[in-house]
């Protein structure tokens, strides 16, 4: 079982910037294709962007490109979403998630474990 622990959420102004980190509780963390999705109250829980096991793929959903970057720190088993030029349409619960099986994958289904999440709230 992978434990993912977020943190770094919290209220920012627009244009702003903010990192959010994973850490995750396994050493084997560089064999997980990773993810990060936001939700808000009523909504579906979203992808915002993912990164392949090897960390050779990567995906931005269109709302965030150019903004947004993944990274992973495999000494450190974090994976982080750096988050740019924010907007107050970025405020959600920012959830990081980890598949098991390799590949790059957009779909909730398709990942195994979760953390609790991480409220980000932008004020304009």
């Known amino acids: 079982h992978v434990q993912l622990v977020e943190s770094g959420g919290g209220l920012v102004q627009a244009e702003d910037s903010l990192r959010l980190s994973c850490t995750a509780s396994?050493?084997?963390?560089?064999?997980?294709?990773m993810g990060w999705f936001r939700q808000n109250p009523g909504k579906e829980r979203e992808i915002v962007a993912a990164?392949?096991?090897?960390?050779?793929?990567?995906y931005y959903a269109d709302s965030v490109k150019g903004r947004f970057a993944i990274s992973l720190d495999f000494a450190k088993n974090t994976v982080y979403l750096q988050i740019n030029s924010m907007k107050p349409e970025d405020t959600a619960v920012y959830y990081c998630?980890?598949?098991?099986?390799?590949?790059?994958?957009?779909?909730?289904?398709?990942?195994?474990?979760w953390g609790q999440g991480t409220q980000v709230t932008v004020s304009s």
């Open positions: 990164m392949s096991w090897s960390g050779g793929s990567t």
């Open positions: 998630a980890a598949k098991t099986h390799p590949g790059l994958s957009v779909h909730v289904r398709d990942y195994d474990y």
């Open positions: 396994t050493r084997t963390f560089s064999r997980y294709g």
